[in-house]
């Protein structure tokens, strides 16, 4: 708007297009507007093309020319564009008959569909006849892959994990979404990952040193964000493992000693989930998790390895039943004989006749 004056002597033609670049090198952008100025400012002869520095250290590009020949200017633009920086990333706004509201009408449009570079980052050139702006869905849903990326993580399976989230931008670029959506989208999966920690009582600032809510903002491209999605899951199911591996540690600590100390009494889940304060669904799950072995069939196996000692301290086997909390002498030697083959006194006879052998 400012120069618009001064660059009249240039917009000598009947249409005007607005394009924006990026380089890598942004410092250097004043540099490359000298540079693209000199060898590009009058074309070919058929239209002229105006640089400038903008805020954020991108070029803002206005390429005058008449509309039969519109075709021709942009690949000669791109040709010797690219030429001169071949790292550059160009957008390409709309066409418009000349005017000074049409510079800007033609630069806004530049500017929105520059929002694509994060969906579309591989690509140096894009126009808006490669985004289709209008043309963009504004809402969308992934809920199911979200659910799949949550079961994903707390089955800590990072194979399946990896293919969901190399799936998003696929779905993204081909799913013609708005870039407002797919950011939203992000959004919703970084605080997907967030509720995870906090259920798992995981501190954030350990694990990353950062918020990841606010780091994930900065990320300039979905290929830049992919990468460190997978980055942060493989080093959140990693202190996932481990805390889990602290927990089961812990829990069959408690559980041993729990069983240990009250072995010849009768040890219902009940008891056990009383003095764990655990809900009895829980302990039932986790039991065979930490143990190796369902409730009941390691209990029993714990209290036949007891009455063995019993046995071999000479103990009748109506003491022992009584002793081990069996309800009636005929059930424990039911349950003795399943276990074994034998009943307590045929164990007990062949075991000793096995010591007098010895």
Request: hydrophobic content about 40%; some cysteine; charged content about 30%.
């Amino acid at each position: 708007d400012q120069a618009y004056e001064q660059a009249a002597e240039y917009l000598q033609y009947d249409s005007v297009s607005t394009a924006v670049l990026y380089h890598p090198d942004l410092n250097g952008a004043s540099d490359l507007v000298f540079r693209l100025q000199e060898e590009l400012l009058n074309g070919n002869g058929s239209y002229h093309s105006l640089f400038t520095t903008m805020e954020k250290g991108e070029v803002a590009v206005i390429l005058s020319f008449d509309a039969a020949n519109m075709q021709l200017v942009y690949q000669d633009f791109q040709k010797r564009l690219f030429a001169v920086a071949e790292h550059c990333h160009l957008i390409l706004g709309k066409a418009f008959e000349l005017s000074k509201e049409n510079i800007r009408n033609s630069y806004l449009n530049a500017a929105e569909i520059a929002r694509y570079r994060f969906i579309y980052s591989d690509r140096l050139l894009l126009t808006d006849a490669d985004v289709e702006i209008e043309k963009r869905k504004g809402s969308g849903s992934h809920l199911r892959l979200f659910e799949a990326i949550e079961r994903d993580i707390l089955s800590e399976n990072f194979q399946d994990f990896q293919y969901h989230i190399e799936a998003l931008p696929v779905s993204f670029q081909e799913g013609n979404y708005t870039v407002d959506y797919c950011m939203s989208t992000l959004r919703d999966l970084v605080s997907l990952l967030y509720q995870i920690m906090n259920q798992r009582q995981l501190d954030m600032w350990i694990i990353f040193g950062y918020d990841v809510r606010e780091y994930y903002k900065q990320i300039e491209s979905l290929e830049e964000f992919k990468i460190w999605m997978l980055d942060l899951c493989s080093i959140l199911l990693e202190n996932m493992r481990q805390k889990k591996q602290n927990v089961d540690t812990d829990l069959q600590a408690k559980l041993t000693a729990l069983i240990d100390e009250n072995l010849e009494n009768e040890i219902s889940l009940d008891f056990l989930c009383d003095r764990l304060d655990m809900r009895p669904d829980a302990l039932s799950r986790q039991f065979k998790q930490v143990m190796g072995k369902g409730y009941t069939e390691y209990i029993k196996e714990k209290k036949m390895a007891r009455v063995l000692e019993l046995l071999a301290e000479d103990y009748s086997v109506k003491d022992i039943a009584g002793r081990m909390g069996y309800h009636s002498p005929q059930y424990f030697i039911k349950v003795f004989k399943e276990i074994y083959g034998l009943t307590p006194y045929q164990y007990k006879k062949q075991k000793l006749g096995k010591e007098e052998e010895a």
